[in-house]
């Protein structure tokens, strides 16, 4: 099955400087590449996600890459602030022609910016 | 919409006590699942569901059973609750995604559990 490498676990920035958070993945079928927010005591919720036809993807001040080659894909926070402070999970999953694929977590990046 | 409701949000159970953690959604969706977090463990799938009447098994399945008798209901059971348990609970529902379609998890608020 999946297995998805998330790194680094904790993350420190200044406010205002860039925050990349990086993933692996073992399952070349993959094709769905979520990233979540988890906010203290909060429920995840989606942030941005990229599928395997499309190399970036950009949302104001986060973004997503993604090299299918080498099986990894990054998210890229810049200015960060410290709203952004909370816990990042990628995930990965493989859906196909309608069927729904399990997503497959990484084990979090704990984002701290400080002021 | 409420989206996706979980009862209860806080249970502490002794070992070998049996509870059902209800998860419901009003979004019409096909697909519903269930997580647990654990500490610097991510979120780990215990059982999903791709419409009514049928279920299928996570990474970790052991020592919960799941239902969907309903679209809008997928209940998780433990029938003899371990300490290895205690955990917080996410259940989560989805669209039935296509490739052009969003893939979102919506999830709900969690339910923490503790077993003594």
């Known amino acids: 099955g999946e297995n998805v490498e998330q790194h680094p676990s904790t993350l420190s920035v200044q406010e205002g400087d860039s925050a990349v958070i990086k993933c692996t993945y073992s399952d070349s079928a993959s094709n769905y590449f979520p990233w979540y927010k988890q906010e203290l005591g909060k429920r995840p919720q989606l942030i941005i996600d990229?599928?395997?036809?499309?190399g970036e993807k950009k949302d104001q001040r986060i973004a997503v890459t993604l090299n299918k080659t080498a099986k990894h894909f990054s998210l890229h926070i810049t200015e960060t602030q410290p709203e952004d402070s909370a816990v990042y999970f990628c995930?990965?999953?493989?859906?196909?022609?309608?069927?729904?694929?399990?997503?497959?977590f990484g084990k979090g990046t704990k984002l701290s910016v400080k002021p | 919409n409420a989206g996706v409701t979980q009862t209860p949000k806080f249970q502490v159970l002794k070992t070998g006590q049996s509870m059902t953690l209800q998860c419901a959604q009003d979004?019409?969706?096909?697909?519903m699942s269930w997580y647990r977090q654990d500490p610097g463990m991510g979120l780990r799938l215990i059982h999903y569901?791709?419409?009514?009447?049928?279920?299928d098994q996570g990474e970790v399945p052991n020592g919960y059973n799941v239902s969907r008798s309903t679209t809008e209901d997928f209940p998780l059971r433990l029938l003899s609750a371990a300490p290895s348990q205690t955990s917080v609970y996410f259940c989560?529902?989805?669209?039935?995604?296509?490739?052009?379609?969003?893939?979102?998890?919506?999830f709900g608020e969690g339910s923490r559990l503790t077993v003594l």
């Open positions: 995930a990965a999953s493989m859906n196909y022609g309608g069927s729904q694929g399990n997503l497959i």
């Open positions: 989560a529902s989805s669209y039935d995604r296509d490739l052009a379609g969003t893939g979102e998890l919506f």
């Open positions: 569901s791709v419409g009514a009447g049928i279920t």
């Open positions: 990229i599928r395997s036809n499309v």
């Open positions: 979004m019409n969706h096909e697909y």
